[in-house]
């Protein structure tokens, strides 16, 4: 079996950070891996519309700021098919099609379902739209037969949902759709990095992210602004590295070279972190070298966004040659899915002879 991988994120802002380390990172990896066969990377539009219907210029204009981040970031549309996900239609009938066996309580019972609504304030007036996305995103992963599905742990009930989804389909009518499993990143950090005002999540709309296309003097002053231990008033005060973003960060970007580069008082990050909590290092000094880490890495990302901004037409090309190339991919799936579900009625040659011989045979003189 080929093994394929079928991501992506919702148009609905700029990414940031936390977007590169727990799946931007990770998808270049697996890009250059070697070890898959096909890899489709997917800007979610039509899932963005779900609880953006009133506003589908945001939608529309965030296309290409997805788009050149995923490139930025060191995507390669040699290597990977980038599509936009409402040029697809065959994910609209498979989603249909997918309705018939999931029960309204199952998608009640999604726990992601369930925190997305309360996050959106959605509870007493729900969008069907959005109340399917557990279905549509069966029918985006099962339409390229996705083998494996990078996921963060918040979206591992969704995937549950679909692998449901897939087993009902094959045993009610035939071994057509393939099973995927979960990807999680390898940093544990990684999952869920908080904003830099110390929430539980970076979040566009409480302006408390590092964005990839954030200029290197935004990165130091949000860097240097960033919430740490309330308690370390002094240098000389024991810090707490738990719950403490600059650390969590740290977590996610520091490699041992970064402090014989920027912080050579320093073999790893355990000695720092050892420091700081014994007392006697200052936050400055913290984020001073988170900074450094940072815009060592976002440096080149920076570069190549740069490159791809002077050549929008060609980021367009990228996408509609990606999606040409998942329509073709899509619609095989769906020919597959149609047959199995007996709807292929112009296409079963079996059927259009066995009723033309049905009907001959009743309207035979006897």
Known sequence: MSKIILTGDRPTGRLHVGHYVGSLKERVALQNSGKFDQIN???????????????????????????????????????CNILIQSQIPQLTELTFYYMNLVTVARVQRNPTVKSEIQMRNFEADIPVGFFCYPISQAADITAFKATTVPVGEDQLPMLEQTREIV????????EVLVEPQALLPDNKACLRLPG????????????????LSDTEKDVQQKVMSMFTDPNHLKVSDPGKVEGNPVFTYLDAFVRDEHFAEFCPEYQN????????KRGGLGDVKVKRFLNSVLQAELAPIR???????????????????????????AQKTLDEVKAAMKINYFDDLDLIRSQSEKFKEMTKPQ
């Not at 990050?269 to 700081?276: A, N, R, S, T």
Request: charged letters at 30%.
């Open 196 to 211: 830099i005002d110390g929430k539980a999540k970076m979040s566009k709309s409480l302006g408390n992210c590092i964005y």
């Open 41 to 79: 990377i997917m800007i979610a539009d039509a899932q963005a519309l779900t609880d953006n219907a009133d506003n589908p210029e945001k939608v529309r204009q965030n296309i290409i700021e997805v788009a050149l981040d995923y490139l930025s970031a060191g995507l390669d549309p040699t290597k």
């Open 167 to 174: 087993r009902k389909f094959n045993s009610t009518y035939a």
């Open 269 to 276: 990050l355990d000695e720092m972190k050892e420091h700081y």
């Open 303 to 329: 570069a190549r966004r740069h490159q791809w901004e002077q050549d929008i037409p060609s980021v367009y090309e990228v996408l509609k040659k990606g999606s040409e190339t998942a329509y073709e991919i």
